[in-house]
């Protein structure tokens, strides 16, 4: 090594040291990184001198998609909270471990045979983790029934969520965040109130009445298994709009507080069931009463298992996952990233838990190169606080991903920045809406209390493809402006 070379390396080191931001060169490197990228580099070293990301934790690295090449750190190896980031992960390990085409059952089964009408036995319902149920499916399980002559059931209708252990929450979770869809119970068997699947759920609506009067409260789904608690109140039209509504944590008591100016929308929430299995079994029971389906009088609602003798009456499988990750990864769906979790762990070990489900996720990590002592999470959709990942990691996923046969359907599942249509660009409909960056980002969001990441795929100026990785947390106000203009940066890059 010459002279000048030395005292060149020896300067970016002292960079190193100073800022923590460098560019990594070996004895043989070309200094392209160094040249190429110093206009980027010195951009972005005077955007992460914003005092929001001065009194924040951060951890930020950008390499080109092509060969993998680093041409920014910040404390790339610190380790940060990366709160639904973590996704990443959870995305691209789902797909490899279980394939794009693979499919959830739903089955609807019976120990009795059906008679003059009657179905002497129980009605099983064997739930394999679908989480894109919806009631219209449960009715459609109805209409099957009806034409197999079933008027009346002398049995049980039994819940069977035995595919998956019966531990419900992941660690970490909040109990101010559980009666929220957010953090709905786990169940093999469970149900979503829409299209987005927020499995686990019930759309809790309250809308201004009559002056004076309660609000008006709908259940979407309509079911049995929550118990409104109405305390708003319906008021003259230029008031505020005070509606609450929450679930009082370990029970099923919904309660609606407030006041609903007349004129306006109300308020709507989705409330999470403290037992997702008990919750299909209501709206299965009332899609059979509506086809005029009866049960004996001493017949009960129960959770049980499905004998092996089982025969099956009706059944259905979900999209494949290549389609369900839209949803999933788009909306950052957190129930889809602990179902997918627990999958994982049956599909590979036979074992429906988190356990399994996050050691098959450790395993897909290390099985491309990353260093899984860098990783840590109790979780699969980043609800947890501890979960903890570096930006340098994070970022040598969505590199490595990208040699995987998977790689075009993981990559189209990422919410796009700008646009508004809400399953392309999801979490970033309302960010990024600037040229060029508009259309040009294709990343992962992730925001928890004092926490916000943004990693993904950047097309520069040039028509170059750069991968992105901003973590911050200990937040004392939003870094969200920072990271989109350290995004909006990279793309008018040239």
């Known amino acids: 090594?010459?002279?000048?070379?030395?005292?060149?390396?020896?300067?970016?080191?002292?960079?190193?040291?100073?800022?923590?931001?460098?560019?990594?060169?070996?004895?043989?490197?070309?200094?392209?990184?160094?040249?190429?990228?110093?206009?980027?580099?010195?951009?972005?070293?005077?955007?992460?001198?914003?005092?929001?990301?001065?009194?924040?934790?951060?951890?930020?690295?950008?390499?080109?998609?092509?060969?993998?090449?680093?041409?920014?750190?910040?404390?790339?190896?610190?380790?940060?909270?990366?709160?639904?980031?973590?996704?990443?992960?959870?995305?691209?390990?789902?797909?490899?471990?279980?394939?794009?085409?693979?499919?959830?059952?739903?089955?609807?089964?019976?120990?009795?045979?059906?008679?003059?009408?009657?179905?002497?036995?129980?009605?099983?319902?064997?739930?394999?983790?679908?989480?894109?149920?919806?009631?219209?499916?449960?009715?459609?399980?109805?209409?099957?029934?009806?034409?197999?002559?079933?008027?009346?059931?002398?049995?049980?209708?039994?819940?069977?969520?035995?595919?998956?252990?019966?531990?419900?929450?992941?660690?970490?979770?909040?109990?101010?965040?559980?009666?929220?869809?957010?953090?709905?119970?786990?169940?093999?068997?469970?149900?979503?109130?829409?299209?987005?699947?927020?499995?686990?759920?019930?759309?809790?609506?309250?809308?201004?009445?009559?002056?004076?009067?309660?609000?008006?409260?709908?259940?979407?789904?309509?079911?049995?298994v929550l118990q409104v608690v109405n305390n708003s109140k319906t008021v003259p039209k230029g008031n505020k709009n005070t509606l609450k509504i929450t679930r009082q944590v370990g029970t099923n008591k919904v309660i609606i507080s407030g006041n609903a100016p007349i004129g306006t929308s109300g308020k709507k929430e989705w409330i999470s069931v403290t037992n997702p299995t008990l919750y299909v079994l209501d709206v299965f029971k009332k899609s059979l009463a509506a086809k005029g389906i009866t049960f004996e009088a001493s017949s009960k609602t129960v959770q049980g298992k499905t004998p092996k003798k089982a025969k099956a009456l009706v059944s259905r499988k979900s999209m494949p996952l290549k389609e369900l990750i839209i949803p999933f990864m788009k909306l950052s769906n957190n129930t889809h990233a602990e179902m997918l979790a627990k999958e994982m762990g049956k599909f590979k070990y036979d074992e429906g838990s988190w356990d399994a489900g996050l050691l098959v996720m450790n395993e897909y990590a290390a099985s491309i190169g990353l260093d899984v002592s860098k990783w840590k999470f109790e979780d699969a959709s980043g609800m947890s606080y501890s979960n903890k990942v570096t930006s340098s990691q994070l970022s040598d996923l969505l590199y490595k991903v990208r040699s995987e046969p998977w790689y075009n359907t993981y990559k189209n599942s990422l919410p796009i920045g700008g646009d508004a249509d809400r399953f392309v660009g999801g979490t970033l409909r309302n960010r990024l809406k600037v040229v060029p960056a508009k259309g040009n980002i294709m990343a992962k969001t992730g925001s928890l209390e004092n926490i916000k990441s943004l990693a993904g795929y950047a097309k520069t100026k040039s028509g170059e493809t750069l991968i992105f990785t901003i973590l911050t947390e200990d937040t004392k106000s939003s870094t969200i402006p920072v990271i989109d203009q350290i995004a909006i940066t990279i793309t008018n890059h040239q």
């Open 1 to 224: 090594m010459n002279i000048w070379r030395k005292i060149f390396v020896s300067f970016v080191a002292l960079l190193m040291i100073s800022s923590s931001v460098f560019i990594p060169l070996s004895e043989d490197s070309s200094v392209e990184a160094a040249t190429s990228y110093t206009s980027l580099q010195n951009k972005i070293n005077n955007i992460m001198a914003d005092y929001r990301m001065k009194n924040a934790t951060s951890s930020v690295t950008i390499r080109k998609a092509s060969t993998g090449e680093v041409v920014y750190q910040h404390y790339a190896d610190k380790g940060i909270t990366p709160a639904s980031s973590l996704k990443l992960l959870t995305g691209a390990a789902a797909l490899d471990t279980l394939g794009e085409n693979y499919r959830f059952a739903t089955t609807v089964l019976t120990d009795g045979k059906v008679k003059n009408g009657t179905l002497n036995g129980n009605l099983y319902v064997r739930g394999q983790g679908d989480p894109t149920l919806l009631k219209n499916h449960f009715d459609s399980f109805a209409d099957g029934l009806v034409k197999q002559g079933v008027k009346k059931v002398s049995g049980n209708l039994v819940g069977d969520d035995t595919w998956y252990d019966n531990v419900r929450l992941s660690a970490g979770i909040l109990a101010e965040d559980e009666p929220y869809y957010y953090a709905a119970p786990i169940s093999a068997l469970t149900l979503s109130p829409n299209g987005d699947f927020d499995a686990g759920s019930v759309m809790v609506e309250a809308k201004p009445g009559t002056n004076g009067k309660a609000t008006k409260v709908s259940l979407t789904p309509v079911t049995s």
